[in-house]
């Protein structure tokens, strides 16, 4: 008697799963752009599933950031403006600033070591290719991920995780267009300053690290406008 209840509701569950690992996907490779509307029963005619699991999907895509419901609109992709482009470096860099002050005076000599040797690679990863899309964004991603993860705090893994979602969909779009080329030795320069054990050095840092090549906000925020006009320029509309 008790199995059958427990069954349908892991049946559901990985139904559930599956339309959002689904719709998660056409989102990341932009295949549902930026700003897209997302109407539920075409989706869950496309998908061959009911309306119910694409309700449920669309709710916790949105609790990630990469779902929102506008007045009038219902659901739609997260927009790409010069308003969430600056909103995703703002929290990046409260979020990692938050991050590196803690890990100072954390890690090991062996943490510390590995750390040298990820961003190293990354580094050189990211200094071969001009573009930050494709492989070299899920690196970079990976790497400030594990920064987070080192802090032992749950809560900035998960923002990490948001911040870095929200970051690729709009990434996918203007990549290549705001950070090219990275200096030589960026992701070193960053461990180096958490390795140094000064909370304030390495909080500014950090945030110097988010805000590159400016650390002068009106200028990140005319950077990103120049972005989405040359991406307007060749045809995207929002
Ligand atoms: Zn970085």
């Known amino acids: 008697m008790a199995a059958a209840p427990a069954n349908k509701t892991s049946a559901r569950e990985l139904q559930y799963g599956r339309v959002e690992r689904v719709l998660r996907e056409r989102i990341m490779r932009g295949e549902l752009h930026p700003g897209q509307r997302l109407v539920r029963r075409t989706l869950a005619r496309e998908l061959g599933v009911s309306p119910i699991p694409v309700i449920e999907a669309l ?9 929102e419901h ?17 909103d995703d470096f703002v929290l990046r860099e409260a979020i990692e600033s938050q991050v590196a002050r803690l890990l100072v005076g954390r890690l090991g000599p062996k943490q510390v070591d590995d750390l040298y040797r990820e961003a190293d690679d990354l580094d050189a990863a990211m200094r071969r290719k001009t573009r930050t899309g494709g492989d070299g964004m899920t690196m970079h991603a990976r790497f400030h991920q594990e920064l987070a993860r080192l802090t032992g705090r749950e809560v900035l893994v ?32 960053l461990v180096a300053a958490i390795a140094a054990g000064d909370e304030r050095e390495a909080d500014e840092a950090a945030r110097v690290h988010v805000r590159y090549p400016s650390t002068d906000p009106d200028q990140m925020t005319a950077a990103v406008r120049d972005a989405l006009d040359e991406l307007q320029k060749n045809g995207w509309r929002a």
């Open 59 to 67: 709710r916790r895509l949105e609790q990630d950031g990469l779902v």
């Open 158 to 189: 998960r923002e990490e995780e948001r911040i870095w979602s929200m970051r690729f969909i709009h990434f996918a779009w203007i990549s290549g267009t705001l950070v090219s080329p990275v200096p030589k030795g960026w992701h070193r320069r």
């Open 70 to 86: 506008a007045p009038n609109i219902g659901a739609r992709v997260r927009p790409l403006t010069v308003e969430t482009l600056v």
